[in-house]
């Protein structure tokens, strides 16, 4: 059951890093993440790199799928400072069914620390505990490698791709569609503890 009624964006801390509520004072931060071609070139949300006006507008969806309790988008930011440095989050939370979609994105300054990795399995723990989720899913551009890996790595499974689902940049592209249901997150954390 369920034990979170989305009154406060709770924080949620790893050994490296503190994920919290995106604020208005993120906005340069969010806006240096996203205008790095390396992070643009597999997300798939802008046609251009966003301006000022476009990441207001990001602040604000965040702000509201909380209200609607439907999501929550965290900064990622690395311990001890609070500059964010990447977001990640879920939405089309789905209570009924018990389903919700993750995303996220890093400044590529920090790829290839396990950043994300600490900061998505945080997450992970957060949904399947406090939501009682059954089902987590994921949407990765088709040739994104590294969000793959991500996913696999974290027990995620490929259930296969949705061929040209969104028309980006004047092409269409396919989108890899992955999944991860509780028993297989349980079962991998009992791995990773060494109890089975």
């Known amino acids: 059951m369920a034990t979170f009624d989305f009154d406060v964006v709770p924080d949620l801390c790893t050994e490296r890093l503190r994920l919290r509520r995106i604020v208005a004072s993120d906005l340069p931060a969010w806006a240096e993440i996203w205008n790095s071609p390396q992070v643009m070139r597999y997300l798939i949300d802008f046609e251009t790199m966003p301006d000022d006006n476009e990441v207001w507008s990001i602040i604000e969806w965040a702000d509201r799928i909380f209200r609607q309790k439907t999501g929550i988008r965290w900064a990622v930011t690395l311990k001890p400072s609070d500059r964010m440095i ?102 991998r954390i009992l791995r990773s503890s060494g109890s089975a």
């Open 86 to 187: 990447g977001s990640c989050g879920f939405h089309l939370y789905d209570p009924r069914n018990r389903n919700l979609e993750i995303g996220y994105e890093l400044h590529h300054d920090f790829w290839r620390r396990g950043i994300m990795s600490e900061a998505v399995d945080a997450m992970l723990q957060f949904c399947f505990d406090r939501l009682a989720a059954h089902r987590v899913e994921a949407n990765v551009t088709v040739g994104n490698e590294a969000s793959a890996a991500l996913l696999t790595a974290l027990g995620f499974t490929l259930e296969g791709a949705w061929r040209e689902r969104v028309l980006w940049r004047g092409a269409f592209h396919s989108l890899w569609l992955y999944s991860l249901l509780e028993p297989e997150y349980r079962a």
